[in-house]
């Protein structure tokens, strides 16, 4: 699968947003004179994706801000087991409530997950199948977003690394983690597959999805 084939091409088309006219016959000169201006805007589609993108980027940007922070404060208390048990039970309830802050529908995905509700769906799959096969040519990876059928939902996907070697008191080979943290996934995760990894290894991707009428609104 190429890695080029896996990205939706952008087309442009038009959107028009029309201010509807009263049939109010008196009606100040000023309001007149600014309708043909007001009545009429046109969005094509690669703004609106180029929308996307932005607030994709601050989104992931936010998000991974808060969680490494979380994770910080937890490892600071008692160690990568404290930091795991937050993963555990407190990382699914966080993402929901960003999802709502930011009114967006808002998960991390990847082809070895740790938790089954980060499973990929068919068209996640696909891209992450993509992503992986960049990665390997040691491609560039970059942000991917596309419109979903019929066209009123826009995907937003970002790849997510092991970034550091703490990752991998976690995410690491299984026979270097340590007694405490294989309890632990055991007990939380009986069908983890989220090990073997190194440093700089893609782990997944950031999946988000956008209304396409409200990015209307925001431009």
């Given at each position: 699968?190429?890695?080029?084939?896996?990205?939706?091409?952008?087309?442009?088309?038009?959107?028009?947003?029309?201010?509807?006219?009263?049939?109010?016959?008196?009606?100040?000169?000023?309001?007149?004179e600014?309708?043909?201006?007001?009545?009429?805007?046109?969005?094509?589609?690669?703004?609106?994706?180029?929308?996307?993108?932005?607030?994709?980027?601050?989104?992931?940007a936010?998000?991974?801000?808060?969680?490494?922070n979380?994770?910080?404060?937890?490892?600071?208390?008692?160690?990568?087991?404290?930091a795991?048990?937050?993963?555990?039970?407190?990382?699914?309830?966080?993402?929901?409530?960003?999802?709502?802050?930011?009114?967006?529908?808002?998960?991390?995905?990847?082809?070895?997950?740790?938790?089954?509700?980060?499973?990929?769906?068919?068209v996640?799959?696909?891209?992450?199948?993509?992503?992986?096969?960049a990665?390997?040519?040691?491609?560039?990876?970059?942000?991917?977003?596309?419109?979903?059928?019929?066209?009123?939902?826009?995907?937003?996907?970002?790849?997510?690394?092991?970034?550091?070697?703490?990752?991998?008191?976690?995410?690491?080979?299984?026979?270097?983690?340590?007694?405490?943290?294989?309890?632990?996934?055991?007990?939380?995760?009986?069908?983890?597959?989220?090990?073997?990894?190194?440093?700089?290894?893609?782990?997944?991707?950031?999946?988000?999805?956008?209304?396409?009428?409200?990015?209307?609104?925001?431009?």
């Amino acid at each position: 699968m190429k890695f080029q084939q896996a990205f939706a091409a952008f087309f442009l088309i038009s959107a028009v947003i029309g201010c509807g006219f009263s049939t109010e016959k008196r009606r100040p000169e000023a309001i007149e004179e600014s309708l043909p201006e007001r009545s009429v805007k046109k969005i094509s589609e690669a703004e609106i994706l180029n929308e996307v993108t932005r607030q994709g980027d601050s989104i992931t940007a936010a998000v991974q801000a808060v969680f490494l922070n979380k994770i910080s404060n937890k490892y600071a208390e008692g160690g990568f087991r404290k930091a795991a048990e937050y993963c555990a039970l407190e990382a699914y309830p966080l993402t929901d409530s960003l999802s709502d802050v930011y009114k967006v529908f808002l998960k991390r995905v990847s082809v070895k997950p740790r938790n089954t509700s980060n499973e990929p769906s068919d068209v996640e799959r696909g891209l992450l199948e993509a992503y992986d096969y960049a990665h390997e040519k040691n491609l560039t990876l970059t942000t991917n977003v596309q419109f979903i059928r019929p066209g009123d939902t826009i995907l937003y996907n970002k790849p997510v690394f092991i970034a550091s070697e703490l990752c991998l008191n976690c995410h690491g080979p299984k026979e270097n983690l340590s007694e405490d943290i294989k309890a632990l996934l055991n007990e939380k995760y009986p069908q983890d597959k989220a090990t073997d990894y190194k440093v700089g290894d893609l782990r997944g991707m950031w999946s988000l999805k956008f209304l396409k009428k409200e990015i209307v609104k925001s431009l």
